[in-house]
Structures are given as structure tokens and as C-alpha cells.
């Protein structure tokens, strides 16, 4: 079956990075774009970056551009997120998710704090 895990998540100062990554198994993810989503508490959740199935494409919410990278390693089903110069806004639950088979997927998240 489809599961992603996310990992990477913690505690950092205003200006900080983070890197997170999400691990994917049970589909041919080689095949398939990717996503980062965010939920902060009394939000809607949001895309906050996507790549496509080969890497060479990527958009970000407008709230990112130039702070947060995303990339992915096929080899090794893995789709990572550099966060940095991050602020307090940046504060949510981080979710790795896919679409296929009609229905999308999500990871159990992880949670961002951006605090000094």
C-alpha cells in the first residue's frame, strides 16, 4: 500500500533551516509528482511546493519563493524540502502528498516550529 513518512521536523530560531524529507513506498514513485502541503492551528492547509515525476519542473506558493527547495531522489524514492531563512508564519504541520489512483495520499506530518 501507499505510505509516506515524513522526517526532519523540530524546533528552530527565526533565520534557521530546516530539511525535510518524505519516504515513499508502495508505488512506483518514479512516476509520480510531488507535493509539500502545510497546515498551521485554525488554517486551511496549503501547497507550499510541488515537482514533477522526472524533478525538472517545480513550482512554490508565493509565501516561499527563494526560501524553500524542493527536490527528490528517485533512487531512493525520497522527496525532500530545504526550508531556510525561515520565520515564524512558517510555523505549521509539514505533509508530503501524492495523487494517484483517483485519490490523493498524505503522510502523517511533521511539525515546524519556528520560535526564538
Known amino acids: 500500500q501507499v505510505q509516506l513518512v515524513e522526517s526532519g521536523g523540530g524546533l528552530v530560531q527565526p533565520g534557521g533551516s530546516l530539511r525535510l524529507s518524505c519516504a515513499a513506498s508502495?508505488?512506483?514513485?518514479?512516476?509520480?509528482?510531488m507535493r509539500w502541503y502545510r497546515q498551521a492551528p485554525g488554517k486551511e492547509r496549503e501547497l507550499v511546493a510541488g515537482i514533477t515525476s522526472t524533478g525538472y519542473v517545480t513550482n512554490y506558493a508565493d509565501s516561499v519563493k527563494g526560501r524553500f527547495t524542493i527536490s527528490r531522489d528517485n533512487a531512493k524514492n525520497t522527496v525532500n524540502l530545504q526550508m531556510n531563512s525561515l520565520k515564524p508564519e512558517d510555523t505549521s504541520v509539514y505533509y508530503c502528498n501524492t495523487y494517484l489512483s483517483f485519490r490523493d495520499y498524505w503522510g502523517q506530518g511533521t511539525q515546524v516550529t519556528v520560535s526564538s
Open positions: 508502495g508505488f512506483t514513485f518514479s512516476s509520480y509528482a
